[in-house]
């Protein structure tokens, strides 16, 4: 099975940047996924990390240690409309999802 | 352009009736699945099927069923809903083997069982 662990809440400043930790532990990892989800909507896709290492796209960045079964995501140069939940999934031939970051940017 | 729809949007119904969601996506793709999200439990996956006539069970599958007749739908059932199944579901679908390729989700359904 898997274990997924993210922070729940976290608040942050508009222009500033902020880290999403995921923890996990499984019993098989293809990789790991992170979506982007605002409230009442559908979640979209934002990266996938299968290697070891950091994958910047934009703004936003993501990183995987398989030996560590961590990942973070990298929000950067924090817009209004970056307020939203942030999911990490690991892809043992399916998903399994964590409960989500919740995260509040300020003006 | 390609999508991803499901119907209804929002539905009410009474304990024990049957339910069905509908989800049809036009990309062609092999893969769909079922989740259902409840606030403090993120996505938790219900079924999914690899394509036509395969179907398998996700983390919660008690009480739903799917069939897949064809490439386009992947309907969802409830045999005799329960106030525990009171949630929203959102269809996804991908294209590939497995889990390796990302997900476009559909806007979901909000249900509730009274």
Partial sequence: GQNIDQPTEMTATEGAIVQINCTYQTSGFNGLFWYQQHAGEAPTFLSYNVLDGLEEKGRFSSFLSRS???????????????????????????????????????? | DAEITQSPRHKITETGRQVTLACHQTWNHNNMFWYRQDLGHGLRLIHYSYGVQDT????????????RSNTEDLPLTLESAASSQTSVYF?????GQGGSYEQYFGPGTRLTVT
Avoid: H, P, W
């Fill in chain 1, 68 to 107: 560590k079964g961590y990942s973070y995501l990298l929000l950067k140069e924090l817009q209004m409309k970056d307020s939203a939940s942030y999911l990490c999934a690991i892809n043992d031939y399916k998903l399994s999802f964590g409960a989500g970051t919740t995260v509040t940017v300020r003006a």
């Fill in chain 2, 56 to 67: 398998n069970k996700g983390e919660v599958s008690d009480g739903y069923s799917v069939s």
């Fill in chain 2, 91 to 95: 269809c996804a679908s991908s294209v």
